[in-house]
């Protein structure tokens, strides 16, 4: 286990002997049998790690820490500002609550292997339904519940659940959103019909049960008995997290157990500082790779108590609400996206709200999702007298690619940049051969393989589409699709993606699953979509479209209809709310739209007419629309 004092000495550690650094790693974690090898480099796409070893995730997260005594500390609270409610669980309380659903569970015909979709807000009961399934070795897969029936009902049909557990309906500021009717739509479209679904009932929206298939969370837990931890393999997999693809299909990011425990566990205090015993607040949501990683399985890892929020960050009541959370319980650490403090800085630009709570006790803020503009990290930094550290990472590799590490003491403050690769990864800026470029220089950011403990090694039902998306552009390296440079000492600075997928207020959404939606409508011919600079979620889709001949409707009507469509399809998560008729898109002569061109000239940026492109005329009519 890393008692090294400086990251100098620690990536040099890990450099020397990759396999020595995550087997001293891997002591922080209970296993049922140990590994015959470390790294075995014959499996999979690049290797797998703690080949042959048997664990189980929950039994880490909980068992053992209320064997070793320590039942009594407080694992979780619920803190719901939509409810009123706040609520703690110790982890023999926790244990208790996910022993009896595991039970209830394998009742229904769960097993080792099952998957288990999740379709739930931010509620404790999620959290005990992702354990449950690891308690089974089930393989459990959450989706946001935010998304929409036909986008819930792709992720259905790929992983083929059993059993399907919900809740009646989800809470945002002045409204209730209803979960229920957009899951049995979902099931209805899905060529896969799971054989259950637990509904876990809220008062503020009871849902209508379909008889035969749908049974009540409580009264399904509450007949049934506990149930123990089945050992797994350490390459067999936790979870699948669906994320944005660039083409119709979703992929599924499969996590397997025994890297994933190791790295989550090393990360607590290797990136944040926060060990056993310490309040953690990720002011995130469980549908999200973020959820997954800190606020149920890091910190329940490490022994630490997480906080789960179900509110925003400003209107649940105010722009204070963040400040209230940290100071009444007393969490050391917050993980939030830049886009909460880009709000929050919106409504209270003084800061005037966070005066009226005792921060005293707060030691960090880390920020992830997006790159975090320099004066939003400015503006926090000042506000707090704390220290505001940037990260980066991304869903397939399930915990940090660069940070600023509490363990060895932070960096110097570089707002805007995401900070230096944690141990394990080997971080190049390369060309478009795969050639690695001089410090400095703006290219492709990729990981040298093989990847380190945590990261997803395959897509569900997909190793080729996993080869093909990461692995095949430069070989030996992953492509992490984002580029941006590494300076003279070697902080990151990471500018943005190479591919359509965009960045809105954290979450990875896709443009060409929204332009499919935009193409759908009867009177579109063409049409682009682009992620546009926004000063609150980072990047807001805007859309534009080209009407076929002889469509004489008001554009504004149109414009309305395609706004309508988007939330229909993908859900309100997409943020999608412009949409601009234009009489042609800019092309290359091969025919492919400039998005890039596109983009820039939306930012207000200088927009060069690329060598290709079949009429230049063409992009001066976008700047007159931009300009008018």
């Known amino acids: 286990m890393t008692d090294l004092t400086s990251y100098d000495e620690a990536y040099g550690a890990w450099r020397k002997d990759p396999e020595a650094w995550w087997a001293g790693e891997a002591e922080g974690i209970t296993w049922s049998k140990r590994w015959h090898r470390v790294f075995d480099p014959s499996l999979g796409a690049f290797g797998q790690w703690f080949a042959g070893a048997e664990l189980n995730t929950c039994h880490n997260c909980l068992d053992r820490h209320v064997e070793a005594g320590r039942g009594g500390q407080t694992a979780l609270i619920y803190d719901s500002p939509m409810t009123g409610q706040v609520k703690a669980f110790t982890y023999a309380e926790m244990l208790g609550h996910v022993e009896k659903l595991a039970g209830a569970l394998a009742g229904l015909g769960v097993g080792k292997g099952d998957r288990v979709v999740i379709y739930m807000p931010m509620v404790p009961e999620a959290a005990f339904a992702m354990l449950a399934s690891a308690r089974l070795g089930a393989i459990h897969s959450v989706v946001f519940g935010g998304f ?38 979902a099931i209805a479209m899905s060529a896969h019909k799971p054989s259950n679904v637990v509904v876990l009932q809220r008062p503020q929206a009871e849902a209508a049960m379909t008889a035969g298939r749908d049974l009540d969370f409580q009264a399904v837990v509450s007949a049934a008995a506990p149930h123990g931890c089945v050992p797994v393999l350490a390459t067999d997999p936790l979870y699948i997290l669906y994320t944005s693809g660039t083409t119709g299909k979703p992929k599924g990011v499969v996590r397997d157990n025994g890297g994933h425990a190791v790295a989550l566990w090393n990360s607590m205090r290797m990136i944040y500082g926060i060990d056993a015993g310490d309040v953690w607040w990720t002011a995130s949501d469980v549908g999200w790779v973020v959820g997954h990683s800190y606020i149920v399985y890091g910190p329940l890892l490490r022994g630490c108590t997480s906080v789960m929020y179900e509110g925003k960050p400003v209107g649940t009541p105010d722009a204070g609400a963040f400040w209230r959370v940290i100071a009444q319980h007393k969490a050391k650490v917050l993980f939030t996206a830049p886009t909460a403090m880009r709000a929050i800085k919106q409504q209270d630009p003084e800061g005037k709200l966070a ?68 141990p394990g990864y080997d971080l190049h800026a390369l060309d478009d051969d795969g050639k690695p470029l001089p410090r400095g220089t703006s290219g492709n950011l990729s990981l040298k393989l093989p990847l380190p403990p945590g990261c997803g090694p395959t897509l569900w039902n997909n190793a080729e589409g996993y080869k093909r998306s990461y692995l095949s552009d430069f070989p030996g390296w992953y492509r992490t699709g984002d580029a941006g440079t590494v300076d003279e000492d070697g902080d990151v600075w990471v500018m943005g993606r190479t591919d359509d997928i965009i960045n809105v207020a954290g979450h990875r959404l896709s443009t060409g699953s929204m332009e499919e939606v935009l193409a759908s409508h009867k009177d579109v011919a063409e049409c682009a979509v682009i992620g546009a600079r926004d000063d609150l979620k980072g990047q807001a889709p805007m859309g534009f479209v080209v009407l076929k001949a002889g469509v004489d409707r008001p554009e504004a009507e149109v414009t309305a209809e395609l706004v309508a469509l988007v939330r229909e399809r993908i859900g309100p998560v997409a943020a999608f ?37 079949e009429d230049p005329q063409a992009l001066e009519e976008l700047k007159s629309i931009f300009s008018a």
């Open 577 to 613: 709310k412009e949409a601009r008729v234009v009489s042609r898109l800019p092309k290359t002569r091969s025919g492919k739209i400039l998005r890039a061109s596109i983009r820039r000239i939306a930012d207000g940026e200088t927009a060069p007419v690329p060598p290709t492109i």
């Open 355 to 422: 005066r009226h709570y005792d921060l005293s006790g707060f030691e960090a803020l880390y920020l992830a999702g997006e790159r975090c503009d320099p004066p939003t990290g400015v503006w926090a930094h000042a506000l707090l007298g704390k220290p505001v550290v940037d990260h980066w990472w991304q869903t397939e590799t399930g915990w940090p690619i660069t940070a600023g590490f509490r363990q060895f003491g932070l960096f110097p403050f570089k707002p805007g940049s995401g900070g230096r690769p944690c």
């Open 148 to 185: 929409a029936a036909a986008e819930l009902a792709t992720r259905i049909e790929d992983a083929q659940p059993k059993v399907v557990v919900t809740a009646s309906c989800g809470l945002e500021p002045g409204r209730v959103v209803k979960y229920k009717p957009l899951l049995d739509a």
